[in-house]
């Protein structure tokens, strides 16, 4: 039987997609079993977008800057769906990413589509319904998904491990201000821009971009065949924004058709992994003898009264009922 | 029952320590139990040293920095052992690490111990080995504990975990050279050390150690309360190499007991989670029917043909026999 969303979402119908993203986030199980049948259904019609990933903190103007970027593509003849994780976000309880007021231009075009976060309480949950999203999202048509996050946890990698490419949006900053960066982060990057590149901070966000060019030569690329760059823009006044796409195209055909689909099935088979290894570690999280044992041999682990090795052996053997 | 190695072991004897790491890299069933209740008994007389960890590229001087530093040590009044981590390492199989003339006037120290790599093929047992050999060292009375690695697989990251202080040696090296470090290493290092610097690459050592220091600012430090450094040194003339103690004197102060307390509790607790995860998706993986499916699953995950959720289901279901 075929799901009633089916048809209006491939033909690119707007509340047919929201519906469905609706689906694929609740928990409840007859709900899933139908959103897992639309997810296989829609599959053949996926993995033909732009799949980019921005993150940046609070402050950096990125939805100033998604909005203006989205509106360039929009003005060239492309669609855009925005996507949020933030593994924070409680629908209604006041999120960032979930703030109707943001994008207010680019929310009203019907080339089109934004999506705050899925509620929830693990990234793993978030991250897997922002993927199903970015599915559906292409299925219904956009050629261009956007997934942005505010770097809560471990989001930035969550992310990362989902799109093409990776951009990271930095402030002017200087010297030791440098340091504040997340972890890891950098390292993620295919492309670093700075934001905020007007009127006094102009000279600063240059001396920035210098510093980070120079730092970046330090660190292997994510991805073959490409140097990361990068840039400097101001999102406010639009200055360097539009030339962001052409820097994306740049990266599309430096990668190649090949490494992209290398990169998408990697992608794919690490999370199907991952899903496999949550499911099991949350299975033995909520045994009840295990629950009954877990702060005791973490507390013991940690003051060294048994070895690591030794805890996950009664852990095992609990969840076990050995 | 106590074990007959405990004593001798407790009591500093080199063979007694040599013995209890065979038995503890033992695979034998009832060899392990042994050693399980050999590591619960030597545990009260652990955490006492300084634990230091060493990666670096083959060529770049490791063994012969490591034995000038080791004895320099020595001449101190301390005591080392030097630990090794080489998923690759076949015992008797030309190993690098497990050469014999590697760091042959160290290896005559009484004051010193010399272990090659474990054997094993997965980074996870080979950790588990060396974490526990380190353990048996600190019993035996050693107050210093290297742990080096070539850096195969993710074993850097391995070591760092295990250890108070990881150090990152490379080679004087300029401009687009710097690209060829390893993902995610620089950001793991308390401490970089450009060797070689002597003769006509000393200025390039300098370079590079300020290119180097430049970069690392926009990183943040992998541990609270200490801002990692870069210096040179001529692991071969010896400059700069006692003076690597000094940084490492300066590290644990800066540090202090209780940041040093807070890292190992957290590393051995993400050891036991990582024990658990391993044990269990080790399970799934050995499951006949698990196996029959594997191979098939991957390839349609990577294919585009099934969701990895999907996937997922569908071996949890094989492994439970649903």
């Given at each position: 039987m075929t799901d009633p969303l089916l048809e209006p979402l491939l033909a690119g119908d707007r509340r047919a997609l929201a519906q469905s993203i609706t689906l694929i986030e609740s928990t409840r199980a007859d709900h899933r079993q139908r959103a897992d049948a639309l997810l296989a259904a829609v599959l053949p019609h996926t993995g033909?977008?732009?799949?980019?990933?921005?993150?940046?903190?609070p402050g950096v103007g990125k939805s100033t800057l998604i909005e203006r970027f989205g509106l360039s593509l929009i003005g060239q003849g492309r669609s855009l769906a925005v996507l949020a994780i933030?593994?924070?976000?409680?629908?209604?309880?006041?999120?960032?990413?979930?703030?109707?007021?943001r994008m207010e231009e680019l929310s009203r075009q019907k080339a089109a589509f934004i999506r705050p976060s899925p509620a929830g309480t693990t990234l793993g949950g978030v991250a897997r319904r922002t993927r199903e999203a970015m599915l559906l999202s292409e299925a219904s048509g956009f050629d261009t998904v956007i997934v942005e996050t505010v770097g809560v946890g471990q989001s930035e990698t969550a992310v990362a491990d989902m799109v093409d490419m990776f951009i990271v949006l930095l402030l002017p900053a200087g010297g030791d201000d440098l340091q504040g960066i997340k972890r890891g982060v950098i390292e993620l990057a295919d492309l670093i821009v700075v934001n905020k590149a007007d009127g006094d901070l102009e000279a600063t966000a240059k001396r920035s971009a210098a510093d980070y060019q120079h730092a970046l030569r330090m660190l292997r690329s994510p991805t073959p065949g490409w140097i990361p760059e990068v840039v400097t823009c101001s999102a406010q006044t639009g200055k360097g924004v539009t030339e962001l796409w052409t820097i994306v195209d740049r990266f599309y055909k430096a990668v190649g058709e090949m490494g992209i689909a290398h990169r998408r099935a990697e992608q794919a088979r690490a999370w199907m992994w991952n899903e496999v290894g949550e499911t099991l570690l949350g299975e033995l999280r909520r045994h009840p003898e295990v629950k009954r044992l877990v702060g005791g041999l973490e507390n013991d682990v940690e003051n060294g009264r048994i070895t690591p090795a030794a805890a996950a052996r009664r852990m095992l053997q609990a969840f076990y009922g050995r």
């Open positions: 033909k977008s732009v799949r980019l990933g921005i993150t940046g903190v933030d593994p924070s976000s409680k629908r209604g309880g006041g999120s960032i990413l979930g703030d109707k007021t």
